[in-house]
């Protein structure tokens, strides 16, 4: 078991938060962290994990009591996150997609109708997708080659998703298509898409760097059809969903990342008192002590970007930027941070034997997905533009 060093930013918690990431943590030492370093040489998630994570609440929990979830706030998701992805980043994203993006454009979008036929469902036992990314799109995430036509009643689906985090475990996608391709964006709409539906299936699971344990696959569409009820939002707004919910699924991203930092962290400030050179703890050396400094710094900060940003979502004030910020930053740190860790680990670092290795390797997509560094730099350039 591993311990945390107290944060400052913790202070931020109310009494119930607290308690809760309490609660988080001592599941993720208990149940995650045995698992992490085996399912990530397995590259699959552990089912009897999944239903772990549908009985304790935490794959619905901005989910309304009424539908089954626990009723909290996008903050409590993110401290989640954070928590989970301590011990492994691979449960932070499964469950980082499900309330952030699956969850979030439900509750925001979703009709009634909707919310009462599939929140139930997320919260008790469906994993959900997000299905945006196509080999074509990634960056330019609406140059959709994804085609719908209306059919009488259905909308029909045919082309490929590329690159779908919970793909291989997931019952219910969100798939973004493009109704009228020569409005542009203007076509893109937003299908709740059962796995079970005819013509629906998931193809290749890709063979990754990190967070192996999460599936990331591509998905074949092959004449779905999709009942003219399951478009999310209208047609045509596809676009704004989209953009809405990665916004919010950022900051997700960005706790994913500073809860990989903090746990590479952890596991080396233990290290280095328990390590010996030269008959005293590699602790004890001024250069070693200025480095433990400089990576609590940078993970304090990248905390309370991912904290602000949350807490501005929560109020209803505008977090654009600010989410932007805290992925772009909260990425970087988590790469810095666990690369040094390695460092301070020496050759055991380079080897599967002690956790940092794997959390190296996991640190590498922070940079990359729900928008490149590039994008967030674009996007907060902009905005500051805008005034």
């Not at 964006?185 to 699971?205: D, H, P, Q």
């Not at 805290?326 to 390695?342: D, E, L």
Request: with cysteine; proline share 3%; net charge negative.
């Amino acid at each position: 078991m591993t311990t945390m060093v107290h944060s400052p930013a913790l202070t931020v918690l109310g009494d119930d938060e607290a308690m809760f990431r309490e609660a988080v943590r001592d599941f993720a030492e208990s149940e995650l962290a045995p698992r992490a370093s085996r399912m990530d040489a397995a590259q699959q998630m552990d089912s009897e994990l999944i239903s772990m994570l549908f009985e304790l609440g935490f794959m619905a929990i901005e989910i309304p009591e009424h539908y089954g979830g626990i009723g909290s706030s996008f903050f409590t998701a993110t401290i989640v996150v954070e928590e989970l992805s301590r011990a492994d980043p691979s449960v932070g994203v499964l469950v980082d997609v499900q309330n952030t993006l699956v969850n979030n454009a439900l509750l925001k979008w979703g009709t009634e109708e909707q919310l009462s036929h599939y929140l139930p469902k997320l919260a008790t036992g469906t994993v959900g997708a997000y299905a945006l990314s196509e080999a074509g799109s990634g960056s330019d995430a609406f140059a959709l080659d994804l085609r719908a036509v209306r059919d009488g009643d259905d909308w029909v689906l045919n082309g490929r998703k590329m690159w779908i985090t919970n793909g291989a475990e997931a019952g219910l996608f969100i798939v973004f298509a493009n109704v009228q391709p020569e409005l542009g964006y203007k076509g893109i709409t937003a299908f709740l898409v059962e796995r079970e539906m005819s013509g629906f299936a998931v193809g290749k699971k890709e063979d990754k760097l990190g967070i192996r344990a999460s599936s990331t696959t591509e998905l074949v569409l092959d004449d779905v059809p999709v009942p003219a009820g399951n478009v999310l939002g209208e047609p045509g707004q596809g676009y704004k969903v989209a953009i809405e919910t990665l916004n919010e699924g950022r900051i997700g991203i960005g706790a994913q990342m500073v809860g990989l930092a903090q746990g590479a962290f952890d596991h080396t400030l233990r290290y280095v008192q328990e390590r010996e050179q030269f008959g005293r703890p590699v602790a004890d050396f001024q250069g070693v002590q200025f480095q433990l400094a400089e990576m609590a710094t940078d993970i304090e900060a990248s905390r309370l970007l991912v904290y602000n940003a949350a807490r501005l979502k929560d109020q209803g004030a505008g977090f654009l930027r600010e989410g932007a910020m805290a992925k772009m930053f909260a990425s970087r740190t988590a790469q810095a941070v666990s690369s040094r860790c390695i460092d301070l680990h020496g050759g055991y670092g380079f080897t599967r034997e002690y956790p940092v290795e794997k959390l190296y390797r996991d640190s590498k997509i922070g940079t990359i997905y729900e928008g490149t560094d590039n994008m967030q730099l674009q996007t907060i350039a902009k905005d500051l533009l805008r005034g």
